[in-house]
């Protein structure tokens, strides 16, 4: 499913490593020209990387749970990712999937910009309507 350029929220699921750890579910999501970008926030403050094939991606902020924002190719589709801890004794590279469902994508603030420009269209085709019927009975 292809979703229009805005802001979504999108439910995440997590699986692998020790089954302890999860991720913030529903994602934040943005959709632009330029792909898809989400917002994934661990239940931990001791992740310091995330790795998704070869790109990198570092934690957002420095404190609470570790953020990332990260691209995001495809949705309903498992993506491979390593991340680092260092929860414990000494930092470990532990794989993880993550999906995003895109059955549960839901515009932000309820209003996708696909919508308002539908309804923008509808707006000038009954205006044009209406001047042309105007028109035509003033004749």
């Known amino acids: 499913m ?4 805005g802001d979504y929220t999108i439910e995440v699921s997590l699986s692998g490593g020790s089954g302890r750890a999860t991720v ?9 020209d330029r792909g898809m970008k989400a917002e994934i926030e661990w239940s931990s403050p001791n ?7 070869e790109n990198e991606y570092y934690p957002l902020n420095s404190e609470g749970n570790s953020t990332f924002l990260i691209d995001v190719e495809t949705l309903d589709t498992d ?6 801890t260092v929860a414990m004794s000494k930092p470990h ?8 469902d895109s059955s549960t994508a839901k ?13 923008i269209g509808v707006s000038v085709l009954i205006a044009g309507a209406a001047a042309y019927v105007k ?5």
């Not at 028109?135 to 004749?139: A, C, D, G, L």
């Open 93 to 100: 590279i532990i794989d993880y999937t993550i999906r995003f």
């Open 2 to 5: 292809a979703l229009a350029n």
């Open 135 to 139: 028109r035509r009975i003033t004749k």
């Open 47 to 53: 992740y310091d990387y995330m790795k998704i094939g």
């Open 79 to 84: 993506i491979q990712i390593s991340a680092e």
């Open 24 to 32: 913030k579910s529903p994602a934040n999501l943005t959709v632009s």
């Open 107 to 119: 515009p932000v603030n309820g209003v996708s910009y696909a919508l308002i420009f539908s309804i």
